[in-house]
């Protein structure tokens, strides 16, 4: 299992969007997931979801209505909306791996309550982070308390949006990089205590998930 967490607009249902092949989860600028969204590769052709009131398969394209905060009909934060995608579309997804997308971490102040309820059996975090930033406070607060309760972590940060970086000049390009990846470090050494003797594994990337035409 993945749990990609994120603070607001930095970009993760795009990054998964990216993954998948597929404009499925909304995206956009401002608030956009509204609640938790699980996606399980499955041996068929057509995706479908299930909302967490009912059994009955519903069409895939309902889930942008269920889950994008703009909507009237999105449902609420704790909320879990699973998604069905065919394997053929997404190698990633073959092999049993299930994604699972998050409301931005500042939204809501029942962190511990998403830890306990979604994320106690991740194998893998990952934290989407805007390039054109830096690490929010929130967002370095959010792993320190995942280490508080689940044992050595493996923990991934994207720096997406990386091609905003194209029209710098090269050393300042070079220098941000750098910031960027000392600032990831100081997450996995401070807050969550990262010590590569103890088994936890951690990478640092820097990526634009955004499909340029």
């Not at 449902?75 to 579309?89: E, F, G, M, S």
């Not at 995942?146 to 972590?153: I, R």
């Not at 470090?185 to 990337?205: C, I, L, M």
């Amino acid at each position: 299992y993945q749990r990609r967490v994120r603070g607001t607009s930095n970009g993760k249902s795009t990054v998964i969007n990216s993954m998948l092949r597929d404009q499925i989860l909304p995206s956009g600028i401002g608030h956009t997931t509204n609640c938790f969204l699980s996606i399980t590769g499955v041996d068929v052709q057509e995706p479908y979801l299930l909302r967490p009131d009912s059994p009955d398969k519903k069409n895939a394209q309902s889930i942008k209505r269920l889950s994008n905060s703009l909507s009237k009909e999105c449902l609420d934060p704790n909320a879990i909306v699973r998604l069905y995608w065919p394997k053929t579309k997404c190698a990633l997804i073959r092999d049993e791996v299930v994604l699972v997308d998050s409301p931005g971490i500042d939204m809501s102040p029942d962190v511990d309550g998403w830890i306990d309820t979604h994320c106690q059996d991740a194998d893998v975090f990952v934290l989407v982070a805007n390039s054109e930033s830096t690490l929010m406070h929130s967002e370095k607060s959010f792993f320190k308390r995942v280490n508080a309760k689940l044992s050595q972590p493996n923990i991934f940060i994207l720096n997406n949006r990386w091609d905003c970086s194209a029209g710098e000049d090269p050393p300042i390009r070079d220098e941000v990089r750098s910031q960027h990846q000392e600032k990831n470090y100081r997450v996995y050494s401070r807050r969550v205590r990262f010590n590569d003797t103890q088994g936890n594994k951690r990478e640092d990337f820097l990526l634009s998930a955004l499909k340029r035409h």
